[in-house]
């Protein structure tokens, strides 16, 4: 095996030999291959392991260990390099976004780290969502092909796509936060309509008023249905996370979080706004003891 090693990386002309710490023991016998073949050996250096959760070496038992799985996971190329770099290494800086120019320009194996690294999911997460907010809205949009059905308006995911940019942590949390915009049929469980503290009838009673509120607003678009529910609130006396965050919320989207409520009302407009809003509360109606 270690003939093998040596004589792959002189036919191949490596240059300059990178290995994990654990080959530090086999130099020795590396070093007599080269010698008796007489040939130059290159430049080694050995890296510190990278440790799982656990602190045990990582590997496949630690999870995703393929690239073609970061990609179906909805991570970026430049975060998951950009995490990868400052695994066991540091630039000596308080910078910490790094470009693959980047890391060309100011990467250097003097400032590899002599401890090992340790895998950090969500600071890989982190990293992601940085670069994800980088991406021009149509460039996000681009790479969101392979993660949201071919079948939906890519005008419509335009729109909404600058609304759930920020919250975004990979390029999979995209579908379920939007998927309302593109279907007429939702599932969610009645009781979600209900914010705490409050009740079924209360519930419905606010669902009614917030319908006629919405029904008279012209144009049906942001700052109008801002006003208006903002003024709903005030009038029933419940706070605001109360009307939007719960109750509006879900019965337009059926979900508790996702896109900015007032975005999510203006893209799905009013008919389709009002009929999700009917449609909870027959469905609250019908769940009474």
Do not use: C
């Not at 799985?69 to 991570?75: A, L, Q, T």
């Not at 390029?171 to 915009?181: E, N, P, R, S, V």
């Amino acid at each position: 095996y270690h003939l093998a090693v040596v004589v792959d990386d002189h036919v191949m002309e490596v240059s300059l030999i990178m290995r994990g710490e654990e080959w530090v023991a086999s130099v020795p016998k590396h070093l007599l291959i080269y010698r008796a073949f007489g040939w130059p050996v290159p430049p080694m250096a050995h890296v510190p392991s990278v440790l799982g959760p656990d602190g045990k070496k990582l590997s496949k038992r630690h999870g995703s260990t393929a690239l073609a799985e970061f990609k179906r996971g909805g991570y970026l190329p430049e975060g998951l390099l950009n995490y990868l770099a400052l695994v066991g290494w540091s630039p000596g800086t308080e910078d910490e976004i790094f470009s693959m120019d980047d890391l060309i320009r100011v990467w250097k194996i003097e400032q590899v780290q002599s401890a090992p690294g340790k895998w950090d999911k969500d600071r890989l997460d982190y990293f992601n969502g940085v670069w994800i907010r980088r991406l021009s809205v149509d460039e996000l949009v681009r790479r969101l092909e392979p993660f949201v059905p071919a079948e939906w308006d890519r005008a419509v995911l335009k729109k909404v796509v600058p609304h759930i940019q920020e919250r975004m942590k990979t390029l999979t949390d995209a579908k379920d936060q939007i998927a309302f915009l593109f279907t007429d049929e939702l599932e969610y469980e009645p009781a979600l309509l209900i914010p705490k503290k409050k009740d079924r009838e209360s519930t419905l009673r606010a669902l009614a008023r917030a319908a006629e509120v919405l029904r008279a607003i012209t144009p049906f678009t942001h700052d109008p249905i801002k006003v208006a529910l903002e003024g709903l609130a005030e009038e029933i006396g419940w706070s605001r996370s109360e009307v939007n965050g719960a109750a509006i919320r879900v019965a337009v989207t059926g979900r508790t979080v996702g896109p900015p409520l007032y975005e999510s009302l203006e893209l799905l407009g009013k008919e389709r706004a009002l009929t999700r809003i009917e449609a909870a509360r027959e469905a609250l109606a019908g769940g009474r003891d």
